[in-house]
């Protein structure tokens, strides 16, 4: 991994809301961390404004594989989440059609997206079997871990 990467990583954990970016790249991990120090008010002084700081830290890569979570939000539903951040994708490619639509039914096998970080595409499963009833993101949005990408019942 380059510098040029390293840095289009920093770019994107500073403008988004994640607190942490974890890539994996020849062997290497790359732990991106934004760490925010607490904001004060005292009753004589104004707000304390205190920027957050962002450190790179490569260690080694490690063996084991993430899952993609899939929790239940009620009885009859359960949630496909995304196992990475990154960018999702409902189609192989802009021409072509959607991996799943509402009201297609999926099994554990089945691809229901891809998510792209740092030019990897990598294809998600849903993990569960049943009928797609909501796609919680659109195309092209940055997407966190653990994020609910699809409803399932």
Known sequence: MNFKEIKELIDI???SNLTE?????KGTTINLKKE???VTQQISAPQ?????TVSAEPVQAS????????????SALKTITAPMVGTFYKSPS???????QVGDQVTADTTVCILEAMKLFNEIQAEVT????EILVEDGQMVEYGQALFKVK
Do not use: F, H, R
Not at 21 to 25: A, L
Not at 48 to 52: F, I, K, R
Not at 94 to 100: F, G, K, R
């Open 13 to 15: 954990l500073d403008n």
């Open 48 to 52: 304390q404004m205190v920027a957050p």
């Open 94 to 100: 802009p021409e072509e059609s959607a991996y799943v």
């Open 21 to 25: 970016i974890s890539i994996e790249d």
């Open 63 to 74: 063996t084991t594989s993430v899952d993609a979570p899939v929790a239940e939000t009620d």
């Open 36 to 38: 925010k120090e607490i």
């Open 130 to 133: 049943g009928e797609i009833v």
